[in-house]
């Protein structure tokens, strides 16, 4: 039996750390021993846990400093954190002793070469997107680096793929099945209200700024005022009554300080915390908003593709690739708010159209994100070691 060490560098459950479950699930346990190194505990600890996986903390766990500036003071740490940890990451391989090392993430392939010096086999799954002309020093050592001292590179989208040879990425994408994640959430319940005639707008993205929930909460206040419109945020979790008066008391100090006020000032927006099993509220919804700031995989558009629900998105290389070329969602340049704003005025107006065309060739990405098709790819890159 083999034994697999994953790095993750987040306890939470969300994104990158559902991605890490599902590979778990598929693994035969006849044939390998998964172990997870964390930096700290979490949600995530007990998720394992219940899939009977042995957990090991890496606290000093630092991450190669992904498109930022070389010489900012807190690249430099970063850089340094990461050095002086060499040392404690190979003590946890000399403990867990793994046949093969799986990087969930290239910020983490800064431990790479210790995982090759001790003899490991190394899989790099690189997630991130880094535009060839942003940090080309960075960028440059990082992609030599990974391709030196990674036996196989997954790439999740054909963009992240892009940065490697041909010949060592194999694309596995984050597969989607919905129908899996159904759980009955009537939004009637959730609104407290009769939602008969309603349009309700699903923003996924939390409270993260690269998300760009206060952007979502700001254009929907100003340019959706009908009072058939609703904005459902999932992943802020509604405020206790106890905080509000601290949260309004030191508005504008911190980004979710922001958010929360400019929730409370439209009676038709709500929030809720982070739910995986999102399939039924996605299928009631009108659209799915998204505002990401910096270019990075949207699987939660290419989730509401799958279930015939319109989204907006902003146009990067993956939310083209996700989305038939932009065909099956409404796309406006990045960062761009006004471009944003636009879309959602003159979005009545182009639904039907783009509705018709989901229904249509939704399938072309429901058949991207097969799950069958994607496992089979991902084990045949792990079973490619002797």
């Not at 699930?25 to 700290?40: E, M, Q, R």
């Not at 005639?197 to 700001?218: D, H, M, P, S, Y």
């Not at 979710?256 to 099993?277: G, T």
């Not at 989305?323 to 704003?341: D, H, R, V």
Request: glycine share 4%.
């Amino acid at each position: 039996m083999q034994r697999i060490l994953f790095l993750h560098q987040s306890s939470s459950v969300g994104g990158g750390s559902y991605c890490l479950l599902n590979i778990i699930k598929t693994l035969d346990t006849n044939c390998y021993k998964p172990i997870v190194a964390l930096k700290s505990y979490g949600p995530l600890v007990e998720e394992l846990s219940n899939l009977g996986v042995e957990v090991v903390l890496f606290t000093k766990m630092s991450f190669f400093p992904y498109n930022r500036p070389i010489y900012k003071v807190g690249s430099i740490l970063a850089y340094i954190r990461l050095l002086s940890s060499q040392r404690a990451f190979n003590t946890i391989l000399n403990t867990s002793k793994p046949d093969i090392v799986y990087f969930n993430n290239m910020m983490l392939a800064g431990y790479l070469k210790v995982a090759k010096k001790f003899g490991a086999k190394t899989i790099c799954h690189v997630r991130e997107h880094w535009p060839s002309n942003e940090h080309i020093l960075q960028l440059g050592f990082i992609r030599k680096f990974v391709n030196i001292y990674s036996d196989r590179i997954i790439a999740i989208n054909g963009y992240s793929s892009s940065i490697f040879p041909k010949k060592k990425a194999t694309i596995v994408y984050d597969w989607i099945n919905m129908e899996k994640r159904f759980e009955y959430m009537p939004l009637e319940q959730i609104f407290n209200e009769n939602m008969t005639g309603k349009r309700v707008f699903l923003f996924t993205g939390g409270t993260q700024i690269i998300k760009g929930a206060l952007e979502v909460i700001k254009a929907f206040s100003t340019y959706r005022t009908s009072a058939e419109d609703r904005l459902l945020l999932v992943g802020v979790p509604p405020l206790s009554s106890q905080n509000k008066l601290i949260n309004y008391l030191n508005r504008g100090k911190h980004y979710i300080d922001d958010i929360y006020l400019a929730i409370s000032k439209d009676d038709r927006i709500k929030c809720m915390p982070s739910v995986f099993n999102l399939s039924h509220i996605i299928k009631q919804s009108y659209c799915n908003l998204s505002y990401f700031t910096i270019p990075h995989a949207n699987l939660a558009m290419a989730e509401c593709i799958t279930l015939g629900i319109p989204s907006i998105a902003a146009q990067t290389d993956e939310s083209l690739e996700y989305s038939c070329n932009g065909k099956l969602a409404m796309l406006y340049p990045i960062n761009n708010f006004s471009a944003f704003c636009e879309k959602l005025v003159h979005l009545d107006n182009e639904y039907s159209e783009l509705k018709a065309c989901i229904d249509k060739e939704s399938n072309k990405v429901t058949e991207l994100f097969d799950e069958n098709a994607n496992i089979l790819r991902l084990q045949s890159v792990i079973k490619s070691f002797p």
